[in-house]
């Protein structure tokens, strides 16, 4: 195993917009909370502290985290606020656990929890960020730092666009730590963001990895071999006769397989079981293994429970966490949890979104106590949270990206490799990916594996409640003016005058395309006054046309707390089986549904017609036999019974109906009957594993 000795000596590079970079002067600091800084760690505090933005991007495990921790002690000490923001809701716990831990005075607001929403450390998800900025402006006065971790997540397809809103319109008082692993263009974000804020930024960025990576291919005929013996490997595997291929398609042919076909699940599973004989037999433990497919964590798994990777002193020290975690979290003897504390006695789990929120807690716990030495995993555990192992594998370097199955991008690799190699433990981390022969010959190996990272793109779309926030807050003329600030503007700026004359054609359509729905819908007038339509909408947030037309039909009236829960979770549920939505019994509110469906798919038709590109969302009742069982008080070992969806998807799915209801009371008048039938309804759901805040205050 080698390392890469040029970037462990690499300088972080350094750019800035409107200020010089701060140098070596007497005040710059070196050592902080009993850390020896590293160069890109000292540049960006000297930064701070000379009350500029920064805009940080390092490798994985680096320790951008630090810088952020920085600014936010300071303005503590100073006695202002901080708001630390992260993509995803297990970021945001783990965040607000760590500073707790830590003595701050911490809160937490993430759709599904507020505790202390006033205190000086905010720890919240992008979007309710976003909406602060929109709605509440004035209580974000006395925020010092808003530090936005993986800003890069702001490519994101589905959610890029809360980031970018939550940049733009933030106070021009508050000053930004940017977190982001390397992307090649760094320097463009950075200069975007100096453009749109007010304080001068400086964009700092360091290639160098604290523990370098050594990356590392396998195939069970052939073991483990390096990018450098790749070209060999393939004249290897290539010497199959045309002959011999021949025959093997005859034989698929004559029993009706696809001609180029995946390998059998079996032959994978099988295939990552040889490669960890190996890591084991070589002690490269602590080991994440990434599969993008949540039945396969659990197979593999499952597949390798006969390991014992625990001494016997280990054994009895997950012996008495268990017993901690048992008596903090109150698990039963039935609960399905003891599954996971049955594997992890062998010191192996898994962990994906479907598990219930409470069992992705315990084995996070558990790994981060160190004696989880074997973890199957899907991507998201790579996000943001800080949990290193010895070595990563990549069960296959293939996955369904939600339009169709291809090959990584070299970022969500580098993202997840990123967690191999422990810092003050490894003098190298060890990134193995296992490849079939099809790989070999076709795969862009060499891209994925070492090749440039993906420059991150503006995915900026304005939804329908931002519009109406700007039409009230700027009035309709200058709606445009709010989007020319955006970065997919500032991206296009730098092409061609017909390219940047073509796509300032396309998104002003796009736009006028919405407006002219918000129209004829009735949501505003003249020239920038929302009616009570316009008004209720604009506190909604990814489904305000949905609610607000159902709400102004009456539709929601009269409706009882079990049927309001129904038409909630319909609204927000997507059935992951690409077959189609699960057969729902009539009894179970079908009048409902039916008076539903038809006002929201004649909506969407509208919407299409007035030229909306995307369709918006129509309901998805595949939920309604669990929901109705959750709502009569059964218990989720229960939910099997009538539905095929995972226990987490289900939680997930009723706590975002929770903080949709929220929103709706939120905007409705304490008057309207609906406001109490909503309040009943939320009572309803709110209990056992998807109260989000009692799981929170048992730790």
């Not at 106070?171 to 975007?192: K, Q, Y």
Request: glycine share 8%.
């Amino acid at each position: 195993m080698t390392a890469d000795s040029d970037a462990l000596h690499r300088e972080p590079s350094e750019l800035a917009f409107g200020a010089g970079v701060p140098g070596d002067e007497p005040t710059t600091l070196r050592h902080w909370r009993g850390f020896e800084l590293s160069p890109f760690q000292v540049r960006a505090i000297a930064a701070l502290r000379e009350g500029s933005n920064v805009l940080v991007g390092a490798p994985t495990g680096a320790g951008k985290t630090l810088v952020a921790e920085y600014a936010i002690h300071d303005a503590v000490a100073r006695g202002k606020r901080c708001i630390y923001t992260a993509p995803i809701k297990a970021l945001s716990n783990q965040k607000f656990r760590d500073f707790r831990a830590a003595g701050l005075d911490v809160g937490l607001q993430t759709g599904d929890v507020t505790i202390q929403p006033r205190a000086q450390v905010l720890i919240m998800t992008t979007e309710i960020l976003r909406n602060a900025v929109f709605e509440n402006p004035a209580d974000l006065a006395d925020v010092e730092f808003a530090i936005f971790d993986e800003v890069h997540f702001l490519d994101d397809a589905e959610r890029g666009t809360v980031w970018e809103e939550a940049l733009i319109f933030a106070p021009p008082t508050m000053r930004f730590v940017c977190l982001s692993a390397t992307v090649p263009n760094i320097g463009e974000l950075g200069a975007w963001l100096h453009e749109i804020r007010t304080h001068e930024l400086v964009v700092i960025e360091s290639k160098a990895r604290p523990v370098p990576l050594d990356h590392l291919l396998f195939h069970p005929r052939r073991g483990v071999f390096g990018l450098d013996q790749l070209a060999k490997v393939r004249r290897e595997f290539g010497r199959e006769s045309s002959f011999e291929r021949g025959d093997k398609r005859k034989r698929r042919a004559r029993h009706g397989e696809r001609s180029n076909p995946r390998p059998q699940r079996g032959s994978e599973l099988q295939a990552t079981e040889r490669l960890l004989d190996e890591i084991q037999s070589q002690g490269w433990l602590p080991t994440l293994v990434f599969a993008f497919s949540r039945k396969d964590c659990e197979r593999l798994a499952r597949r390798n429970s006969d390991r014992d990777l625990l001494t016997r002193d280990e054994h009895e020290s997950m012996q008495r966490l268990q017993r901690e975690l048992t008596a903090t979290f109150h698990v039963g003897e039935q609960d399905p949890a003891q599954e996971v504390f049955a594997m992890a006695r062998r010191g192996l789990g898994f962990h994906h979104a479907g598990m219930l929120p409470l069992h992705k807690e315990l084995v996070e716990r558990m790994f981060t106590s160190g004696l989880l030495k074997l973890l199957f995993t899907t991507e998201t555990f790579a996000l943001g949270i800080n949990m290193p192992a010895r070595c990563v594998v990549f069960h296959s370097l293939v996955k369904f990206d939600g339009v169709g199955v291809d090959y990584l991008r070299c970022r969500e690799y580098q993202q997840m490799a990123g967690r191999a190699g422990r810092q003050g433990i490894d003098t190298e981390g060890l990134v193995f990916s296992v490849v079939d022969e099809r790989d070999i010959a076709q795969a862009p190996l060499e891209r994925i594996l070492t090749g440039q990272t993906e420059p991150v793109h503006s995915r900026f779309r304005l939804s329908y409640s931002s519009l109406l926030h700007l039409v009230s807050d700027l009035s309709r003329e200058r709606v445009h003016e709010a989007w020319e600030k955006s970065f997919n503007q500032f991206q296009h700026r730098r092409g061609t005058q017909k390219e940047r004359d073509k796509n300032q054609r396309r998104e002003r359509r796009v736009v006028d395309a919405h407006l002219a729905v918000l129209d004829e819908l009735g949501y505003i007038e003249g020239s920038g006054q929302l009616t009570p339509r316009g008004d209720v909408a604009r506190w909604i947030n990814g489904y305000e046309l949905q609610v607000t037309e159902l709400l102004f039909a009456g539709t929601l009236d009269g409706l009882s707390p079990q049927a309001l829960v129904v038409v909630f979770v319909a609204l927000i549920f997507e059935e992951r089986k690409r077959a189609g939505s699960s057969y729902v019994p009539a009894e179970l509110h079908g009048a409902v549904r039916r008076e539903v469906g038809r006002m929201l798919f004649k909506l969407a038709g509208r919407e299409a017609e007035l030229g909306v590109p995307t369709p918006m969302k129509l309901p998805d009742w595949g939920l309604t036999p669990a929901v109705v069982a959750w709502c009569d008080g059964r218990p989720i070992e229960e939910l099997s019974e009538v539905s095929e969806t995972s226990p987490g998807d289900i939680v997930r799915s009723l706590r975002m109906a929770l903080q949709l209801m929220r929103q709706v009371r939120h905007a409705i008048d304490r008057d309207w009957e609906l406001h109490g039938q909503l309040a009943a309804a939320m009572a309803l759901v709110n209990r056992d594993e998807v109260d989000a805040r009692a799981q929170l205050e048992h730790e």
